[in-house]
């Protein structure tokens, strides 16, 4: 069993920048491939970015050159931090755990909004 809860949405300008945590809880942190999806109103939910076990990336083209995902395994957390901001960017913010086998684990969310 896996507790994902994230923290560190709020209200941005356009430009800014923010850092989103995902701290874990339960079982393996490390073993698990962490990935951040957002969902915007009336829109899918879509994927933002993924790091592996590994510490391998992969972006959205949305968010190349923007966001970055890390993670500290020490601390059972992952990162997503977002620079140059847009409007567009604005959506609640999940992560997601997952590992082959295994359930899938979604956080409850965290709100993003850019505005000026």
């Known amino acids: 069993q896996v507790q994902l809860v994230e923290s560190g949405g709020g209200l941005v300008q356009p430009g800014g920048s923010l850092r989103l945590s995902c701290a874990a809880s339960?079982?393996?942190?490390?073993?698990?491939?962490m990935s951040w999806y957002r969902q915007a109103p009336g829109k899918q939910r879509e994927l933002v970015a993924t790091?592996?076990?590994?510490?391998?990336?992969n972006y959205a083209d949305s968010v190349k050159g923007r966001f970055t995902i890390s993670r500290d395994n020490a601390k059972n957390t992952v990162y997503l931090q977002m620079n140059s901001l847009k409007p567009e960017d604005t959506a609640v913010y999940y992560c997601?755990?997952?590992?082959?086998?295994?359930?899938?684990?979604w956080g409850q969310g965290t709100q993003v909004t850019v505005s000026s």
């Open positions: 339960g079982s393996i942190f490390s073993r698990y491939a």
């Open positions: 790091i592996t076990s590994g510490g391998s990336t």
């Open positions: 997601k755990a997952n590992r082959p086998l295994n359930p899938i684990y």
